[in-house]
């Protein structure tokens, strides 16, 4: 019998290795690409408005805005990321006027205004602000020349309140002021005013005057029959002890009513 043959691997092992190495392999895996970067968002229109409204302002002062955009402006630093307009257009809506907003209450700004907490303390803290510094100009020792001279003032400092105040200004000898005294404060249409208390007050100041004054939160200018009575009890107190009551005001935020031009005061 004749030997078998050999295998060809076994032939040639040289060449079988040579063939096995140039053989193809397998791509690696292509490494994932990075997503192209996103392109940036347009800014919010009112950023371009507030822009342009700071700029107004600095080229014509407040006569350059209009009321409520005054208002959206001083929001924007408290409310920095959205579009104030409809909170300013609100406030006013609601409070009518300038004055009445920077008179309100924390509660009325964010409950009616609609403000979140940090601008109805912004504009609070303005409010106070703008009373103090008008109440600069009515410091100890200035001098009064009548009850006009006083009604700016008070109409500043009560004329808005939301409740009824009943307020004092003692003067010395020369009508030169010693004190201003918000005494009471009451709801929107009575406030408990006790004379005792006013002349107390006077005589710890050693006043030798006296100009009262309360607001009417409705808006009336009229005096009615309790204020009349309240006056005459204070006035007869009064002289009594020496003290004259040089006039009763009753303001509201835009005029005010004088009982000694009525002749309420005999």
Do not use: C, W
């Given at each position: 019998?004749a030997?078998?043959?050999p ?5 040639n092992?040289?060449?079988?290795l040579?063939s096995l ?10 490494a994932?690409?990075a997503?192209a970067?996103?392109e940036?968002?347009?800014p919010?229109d ?14 014509s002062g ?8 005054l208002v959206e402006?001083?929001?924007?630093y408290?409310?920095?990321h ?17 004055r009445?907003?920077l008179?309100?209450?924390?509660t ?6 609609g ?14 602000l703008?009373?103090?510094?008008s109440?600069e ?5 200035r001098?009064?020349?009548g009850?006009?001279?006083a009604?700016?003032?008070?109409r500043e400092q009560i004329?808005?309140?939301?409740r ?8 010395d ?9 918000a005494?009471q404060?009451g ?9 005792r208390?006013?002349?107390?007050k ?13 607001n ?16 005459r009890?204070i ?9 004259t ?6 303001v ?5 009513f004088s ?5 309420l005061?005999a």
């Amino acid at each position: 019998m004749a030997p078998a043959a050999p295998s060809a691997t076994l032939e040639n092992p040289q060449e079988s290795l040579l063939s096995l190495l140039a053989s193809p392999r397998p791509a690696p895996p292509k490494a994932p690409q990075a997503p192209a970067p996103a392109e940036d968002p347009a800014p919010p229109d009112y950023l371009g408005h507030r822009k342009r409204l700071k700029e107004r302002f600095v080229e014509s002062g407040v006569n350059g805005l209009r009321d409520y955009e005054l208002v959206e402006l001083l929001l924007s630093y408290s409310i920095p990321h959205r579009d104030t307009k409809p909170y300013a257009k609100r406030l006013l809506a609601v409070f009518k006027n300038l004055r009445s907003v920077l008179e309100a209450d924390l509660t009325s700004l964010e409950k009616l205004g609609g403000l979140p907490a940090q601008s109805a303390l912004h504009f609070k803290a303005m409010g106070d602000l703008f009373k103090l510094a008008s109440r600069e100009k009515f410091k100890r020792g200035r001098p009064l020349s009548g009850p006009g001279d006083a009604a700016d003032f008070l109409r500043e400092q009560i004329g808005s309140k939301p409740r009824e105040v009943f307020a004092v200004l003692y003067v010395d000898h020369r009508n030169h002021l010693i004190s201003f005294e918000a005494l009471q404060e009451g709801t929107v249409d009575h406030t408990a005013v006790y004379p005792r208390e006013i002349l107390r007050k006077a005589l710890d100041l050693n006043a030798s005057g006296l100009l009262l004054a309360h607001n009417h939160p409705g808006g009336s200018l009229e005096a009615s029959e309790g204020d009349r009575q309240l006056t005459r009890q204070i006035v007869t107190a009064a002289r009594a002890m020496g003290i004259t009551v040089h006039d009763h005001l009753i303001v509201t935020a835009e005029s005010h009513f004088s009982f000694r031009q009525a002749g309420l005061l005999a």
